[in-house]
């Protein structure tokens, strides 16, 4: 196994959690799909062709630990797991209302700086929580533009680990900044969902930031 091939724990069995589950499948990276129930997480990771079952069984070996899971369910979810000192984990969850139409997070605190408090010896990184599971699990392509994962986080190691793996699955990695930038990414999550089921667009969208490829004119 090459020094780049990681362990991979994709913790839930939703939308979120196969989606990554599938496209990771494709990398050479080894991939667990982890759910609350042994049965689920072995049936759903057996539809994709990865191992799975209960996600506590795999933390031990996983090197970077996914939580696609309810935001409302992230503290049990971690406590759950066990032991996660010094690993690199990627939060994907938005702190959503029940019918995902606000934040119940946010301005001052954020689900991804939550995470790294529930989590204080872990490695947090938030990332894939503003692009749609539809999008990943379809492999959807937006012409020659790749999608964007932005992340956030305060390990600048395990970003440059995460920005890694977004890169094996054909997309930029966007890095924000500190943690504290979760504040600013959940807020962009409710954006596309806005657009996606208010809008009507649909979840066929992706956020994307432009760099200009020629220099603005001199204002003098
Ligand atoms: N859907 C999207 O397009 C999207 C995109 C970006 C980010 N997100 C965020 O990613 C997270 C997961 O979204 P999702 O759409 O994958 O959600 P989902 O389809 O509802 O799946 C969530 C999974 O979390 C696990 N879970 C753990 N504890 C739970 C509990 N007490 N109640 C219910 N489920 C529990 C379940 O897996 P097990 O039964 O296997 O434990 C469940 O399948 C959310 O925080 C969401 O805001 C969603």
Redesign the pocket.
Known sequence: MSASTLTLLIV??????RALAKRFAKTSHRVFLG???DD??RR?AKELGVRGGAATSFVAEADVIFL????V?LS??LDGLGNIDGKTIVD???P?TSDYMQLTVGHSDSAGETCQRLAPRSKVVKA???????VVSAEMSFGAMAPQVFLAGDDAESKLRVASLVRDIGYDAVDTGGMECARYLEPL?ELIIQLAYVQGQG?VITPVILTASSPPPSSH
């Open positions: 839930g069995t939703g939308n979120v959690g759910s609350r129930d689920t997480g759903a696609a899971v309810p935001f369910n049990e979810t994907c969850t938005n959503l894939f929580n503003a692009i749609f599971a539809e999550a979840t």
